[in-house]
């Protein structure tokens, strides 16, 4: 079973500019999070699809970020403008409520710099 | 609001020693999950243990095992004879649970793990 593809590995970016972040969470599964893990903290979630609907999204902060999950597969998430705060790693993950034990999958998460 | 706890910020320990890494939880919830994730230098999070909080059971998985228990809100792991390639960050975390799947994981602060030869 592939896993969760996250792309890109590594940015780079000026602050002010916009990035975005790519997710293709395994096949079937109908959750999709993205979390931010700012450097010696926990993961945040940012926000929660169930198919292509949101769940939760209470700590994405809507004047910069933004996501989506267009026919509920794969998902982008946007920052725009770029603060320096949000260097961080972002994760994704993906789960199904067929999983059983098995838990959540992680993707290897996008590592921004933003100077 | 669920809250997890990780009092430990880093611990050092000499391989083949004995290590236990603390987790405390704060929740309202009478159903729920508890999770033990290993985070090593590369950045994946990888997978360690899912705990139903109906299963109060301790669980151990070769040099791995986990003490859950309900009466003080706890849910430690310990890794016996610990070895260098244990050298990572550990995080444990809460998730609701909704009708057997399980909501977003909240997580602790982590405990950063050092194993030296």
């Known amino acids: 079973e592939a896993g969760v593809a996250q792309s890109p590995r590594y940015k780079i970016i000026e602050k002010r500019q916009s990035v975005a972040f790519w997710c293709n969470p395994i096949s079937g599964h109908a959750t999709l999070y993205w979390y931010q893990q700012i450097l010696g903290q926990g993961p945040k979630l940012l926000i929660q699809?169930?198919?292509?609907?949101?769940?939760?999204d209470s700590q994405l902060p809507k004047d910069r970020f933004s996501a989506e999950r267009l026919k509920g597969v794969d998902s982008t998430l946007k920052i725009q403008p770029a603060k320096l705060e949000d260097s961080a790693v972002y994760l994704c993950?993906?789960?199904?409520?067929?999983?059983?034990?098995?838990?959540?999958?992680f993707g290897s998460g996008t590592r921004l710099t933003v100077v | 609001a669920q809250k997890v706890t990780q009092a430990q910020t880093e611990i050092s320990v000499v391989e083949k020693e004995d290590v236990t890494l603390d987790c405390v939880y704060e929740t309202r919830d009478t159903t729920y999950y508890l999770f033990w994730y290993k985070q090593p230098p590369s950045g994946e999070l990888v997978f360690l243990i899912r705990?139903?909080?109906?299963?109060?059971q301790n669980e151990i998985s070769g040099r791995y095992s986990w003490n859950f228990q309900k009466s003080t809100s706890s849910f430690n792991f310990t890794i016996t004879a610990s070895q260098v390639v244990d050298s990572a960050v550990y995080f444990c975390?809460?998730?609701?649970?909704?009708?057997?799947?399980?909501?977003?994981?909240?997580f602790g602060k982590g405990t950063k793990l050092s194993v030296k030869p």
């Open positions: 975390a809460h998730s609701r649970a909704y009708g057997g799947s399980q909501g977003n994981l909240i």
């Open positions: 705990r139903n909080s109906f299963d109060e």
């Open positions: 699809f169930q198919n292509n609907g949101v769940v939760d």
């Open positions: 993950a993906s789960s199904s409520l067929r999983q059983g034990y098995v838990g959540y999958t």
